[in-house]
């Protein structure tokens, strides 16, 4: 799949969410890892992060200067129309930026729900539902980011 700027952005959040929880675990006293293993993987993630910034950059430099973006037609068929498009209708990138960000935030703490172990199966498959919900959310706040985009494009035109 061609990357699109939303799919860039998606990548980055989820990306600073982890900096961030891998932060928290340096601090913590209970952590899985030692410090010195989660400095490392911090310098990965931040090497990642540095090369999917300049991924983005390059992204909108090529897409301004041939006037188009990316667009990827989606083939999803697993969530039922109705989810679809469920989320708050806006003109600004910046707050698609935000709620895609904020969808990535939930997804993670959902994710780590359903990683219980201390719950049944009917808890987990509860969750599971809801991240269904929330994923489609994200899928569609990463297709605004994208339509949104376009748009700035054709009107620089």
């Given at each position: 799949m061609a990357e699109t700027l939303g799919s860039l952005i998606d990548k980055l959040t989820i990306k600073d969410i982890r900096e961030f929880h891998i932060n928290q675990m340096i601090e913590s006293k209970d952590a899985k890892f030692t410090r010195k293993?989660?400095?490392a993987k911090r310098a990965v993630l931040l090497r990642q992060k540095n090369a999917l910034k300049a991924e983005i950059d390059e992204f909108?430099?090529?897409a301004t200067a041939r006037g188009s973006t990316v667009k990827d037609e989606k083939l999803k068929l697993y969530n039922p129309a109705k989810d679809i498009g469920r989320i708050p209708r806006t003109d600004r990138?910046?707050?698609a930026i935000s709620g895609l960000a904020m969808k990535n935030l939930q997804l993670w703490h959902l994710e780590d729900e359903a990683r219980r172990a201390d719950v049944g199966l009917d808890f987990i498959g509860r969750i599971k539902k809801k991240i269904d919900l929330v994923n489609q959310q994200r899928n569609d706040y990463i297709d605004?980011?994208?339509e949104l985009f376009d748009e700035r494009i054709r009107e620089a035109r």
């Open positions: 293993e989660l400095k909108v430099r090529t990138l910046g707050e605004r980011i994208d």
